[in-house]
């Protein structure tokens, strides 16, 4: 059986305390890497991101036939513009001219016509802006809202970082004072069992949280105050001392 002074075990019970402040500190980091409202707002700035490219898609359709019938109205009124004026010079045979009236009246229905076209498409070309810029203030602020829980968990993470940190070089400078037999019996136990040493308090294992039974009791009071006694339970080593009433 392993041998170790009593006071010396007892401060396996500091090293414990650190060892299960690190995690608790590495359950921390976990929990705030796996915040599930990081998710929901990746999710919102995809379908926002989404919305906006169909948004902006529509836009673009629309101002592309917007442009196609300022052209279309530009070409009657110019050829019009050009019967007007040799209608007006007064130039050419009866017939001509006759023709050029005819001409004229039907550029000018159909002025009217590709006008009436064009006012439609430019209230559609509105009505797609509209809906694209909205589109546009939600992309931006769902995106300023995941940005700010970002920089809140990247600020937690840090702060957690340095707590670890400081722990670590505790736990360091605290295990480099033990006598490596029984830091080397530790730390195996702590890296099987995930508890190191624990203490026996009236009879319980504080590393199962179970009572020991009186034949377990009966095998611990036995051994000596040096000797290394073990959780029949949860195998991490059991420190006891008179006034715990082990």
């Known amino acids: 059986m392993a041998k170790a002074p009593q006071a010396e075990q007892l401060r396996l019970l500091d090293l414990q305390a650190h060892d299960s402040k690190l995690n ?40 592309r036939e917007l442009k196609r019938a300022e052209d279309d109205v530009q070409a009657v009124v110019t050829r019009l513009e050009r019967d007007e004026q040799r209608l007006n010079s007064g130039t050419g045979s009866s017939k001509d001219l006759t023709a050029l009236q005819s001409e004229v009246a039907s550029l000018t229905r159909r002025r009217s016509d590709l006008e009436d076209i064009e006012l439609e498409v430019m209230e559609r070309v509105e009505s797609a802006r509209a809906t694209r810029d909205e589109a546009q203030k939600r992309s931006e602020s769902v995106r300023l809202e995941l940005r700010e829980l970002e920089e809140a968990r990247d600020a937690e993470l840090a702060r957690i970082d340095a707590e670890r940190a400081e722990v670590q070089a505790e736990r360091d400078h605290l295990a480099a004072s033990f006598e490596p037999a029984l830091l080397t019996i530790y730390e195996r136990t702590l890296a099987k069992r995930g508890v190191g040493a624990a203490r026996l308090f009236h009879g319980r294992s504080e590393g199962s949280g179970m009572q020991l039974s009186p034949g377990d009791l009966a095998d611990i009071s036995r051994a000596a105050d040096d000797d290394v006694v073990f959780c029949p339970d949860s195998g991490c080593i059991l420190v006891r001392s008179a006034e715990w009433g082990s």
Do not use: F, I
Request: charged content about 20%; glycine content about 4%; overall charge negative.
């Open 24 to 63: 608790q500190l590495q359950r921390q980091a976990a929990a705030v890497k796996a915040n599930p409202e990081l998710t929901v707002l990746a999710g919102q700035v995809a379908a926002a991101d989404s919305e906006l490219v169909a948004a902006a898609t529509t836009l673009g359709d629309a101002e």
